[in-house]
């Protein structure tokens, strides 16, 4: 149990394009999920937060207008990423949380390359 | 200073070896706690979750709290080259919905 999908798992896009990427909880309900990015031999660092039918709650010094975060339903998240940049290539990872519980499920990952 | 503290190593053991793995933390209020392992360019698997202070054992798996010290551990008994990854902890308190992680610490076990 506690699966979480992500599509793509890797993407390809030039610069100012746009790339969403989608966050699937396959096997339980997700009342809040998180977006994380990842650069190489780093932690995880917290993008923002997102609760079902709310708007999301963005971390101190993310773009809300760059990074669109929409969780429509318990089990669906997306991450758009606007008018891309080299600089926004990373590894993006989302997790889902059911509701009372404190821990974490996470998705594989997607990486992000912005040409 | 930051909120959880972790020696990112890297660790590097030989086959069969105990492994120890630590965090420490300044919050009073984390009362979830838990361990995750990620491989490389991959997404965080979650280990071990304890609520509050004690001990958890999972299969080679041991989790340890101390809240009193502020000082998680995760014991990995009978080590594997498969166990070779970064192994990240994270605590939350129950008024925030976001974890708090560690930098992680990369483990190598060598055959």
């Known amino acids: 149990g506690a699966v979480v999908s992500q599509h793509p798992s890797w993407v390809i896009c030039k610069s100012g394009t746009s790339v969403k990427i989608e966050c699937r909880s396959l096997?339980?309900?997700?009342?809040?999920m998180f977006w994380y990015r990842q650069f190489p031999k780093q932690s995880l660092m917290l993008m923002a937060t997102?609760?079902?039918?709310?708007?999301?709650?963005?971390e101190q010094g993310v773009e809300k207008d760059k990074f669109l975060i929409n969780h429509a339903s318990l089990t669906l998240s997306t991450l758009t990423v606007t008018s891309a940049h080299p600089e926004d290539s990373s590894f993006y990872i989302c997790?889902?949380?059911?509701?009372?519980?404190?821990?974490?499920?996470f998705g594989p990952g997607t990486r992000l390359t912005v040409t | 200073q930051k909120e959880v503290e972790q020696d990112p190593g890297p660790l590097s053991v030989p086959e069969g070896a105990i492994v120890s793995l630590n965090c420490t933390y300044s919050?009073?209020?984390?009362?979830?706690f838990m361990w995750y392992r990620q491989y490389s360019r991959k997404g965080p698997e979650l280990l071990m979750y304890?609520?509050?202070?004690g001990n958890k054992e999972d299969g080679r798996f041991t989790a340890q709290v101390d809240k009193s010290s502020k000082y998680i551990s995760l014991f990995i008994r009978d080590s594997q080259p498969s166990d070779s990854a970064t192994y990240l902890c994270?605590?939350?308190?129950?008024?925030?919905?976001?974890?708090?992680f560690g930098a992680g610490t990369r483990l190598a076990v060598h055959p």
């Open positions: 997790s889902a949380r059911t509701s009372g519980g404190g821990e974490q499920y």
């Open positions: 096997d339980f309900q997700a009342t809040t």
């Open positions: 997102s609760n079902e039918g709310s708007k999301a709650t963005y």
């Open positions: 919050n009073s209020a984390f009362q979830y």
């Open positions: 304890t609520y509050s202070s």
């Open positions: 994270a605590m939350g308190s129950g008024g925030y919905n976001k974890l708090i």
